[in-house]
T-cell receptor, first 115, second 116 residues
Framework: AQKVTQAQTEISVVEKEDVTLDCVYETRDTTYYLFWYKQPPSGELVFLIRRNSFDEQNEISGRYSWNFQKSTSSFNFTITASQVVDSAVYFCALIQETSGSRLTFGEGTQLTVNP | GAGVSQSPSNKVTEKGKDVELRCDPISGHTALYWYRQSLGQGLEFLIYFQGNSAPDKSGLPSDRFSAERTGGSVSTLTIQRTQQEDSAVYLC??????????????FGQGTRLTVV
């Protein structure tokens, strides 16, 4: 079975603060993919990153960075110097090889960045 | 347009009526997914189409739900005899290739269904 847990339901920060969104996953497969999606108030999910299980190298894209640690089954997402436009619901998701293309999502974390 | 298009964007229906939700995937994308998002909840997988293969219907919550994909492109999700618990945002997504789990899915803006 596959499962994604995002323990933080809501996070509120002040603009320019750094914030980390946690994601813990469960899978019995050795081959799997992890994703982060952003859902702004408009409702459309926006793809942010994909990481496969064989690549533990952390990634940085502008103010965004991701920390993948297989030892703790975590794939955390950090926003540096947050901005009001970062306010959204963020979903972590998992596809495991034996489940075909079924994306399993976490419950999401509502991030509010206050000016 | 270049993205996934869903219609209608909002639908209010009476309990017991049938509804059809439409999804136009990105041109060239062979994989198409339907997900449901209830208020304040995560995303629940419903069904997955890949090319001409038999769809993965394992996420459909009951036999009142069905979906088809005509010509490998447009998909319609049908809910018969709607119930209030069917109220949710129904999201469609598409992705490239027959190894969909290796590529990201692009989502539409969803159809907000309200059953009264």
């Amino acid at each position: 079975a596959q499962k994604v847990t995002q323990a933080q339901t809501e996070i509120s920060v002040v603009e320019k603060e750094d914030v980390t969104l946690d994601c813990v996953y469960e899978t019995r497969d050795t081959t799997y993919y992890l994703f982060w999606y952003k859902q702004p108030p408009s409702g459309e999910l926006v793809f942010l990153i994909r990481r496969n299980s064989f690549d533990e190298q952390n990634e940085i894209s502008g103010r965004y960075s991701w920390n993948f640690q297989k030892s703790t089954s975590s794939f955390n997402f950090t926003i540096t110097a947050s901005q009001v436009v970062d306010s959204a619901v963020y979903f972590c998701a998992l596809i495991q090889e034996t489940s075909g293309s079924r994306l399993t999502f976490g419950e999401g974390t509502q991030l509010t960045v206050n000016p | 347009g270049a993205g996934v298009s869903q219609s209608p964007s909002n639908k209010v229906t009476e309990k017991g009526k049938d509804v059809e939700l439409r999804c136009d995937p990105i041109s060239g994308h062979t994989a198409l997914y339907w997900y449901r998002q209830s208020l304040g909840q995560g995303l629940e997988f419903l069904i997955y189409f890949q090319g001409n293969s038999a769809p993965d219907k394992s996420g459909l919550p009951s036999d009142r739900f069905s979906a088809e994909r005509t010509g490998g492109s447009v998909s319609t999700l049908t809910i018969q005899r709607t119930q209030q618990e069917d109220s949710a945002v129904y999201l469609c997504a598409s992705s490239l290739g027959n190894t969909g789990f290796k590529t990201e899915a692009f989502f539409g803006q969803g159809t907000r269904l309200t059953v009264v």
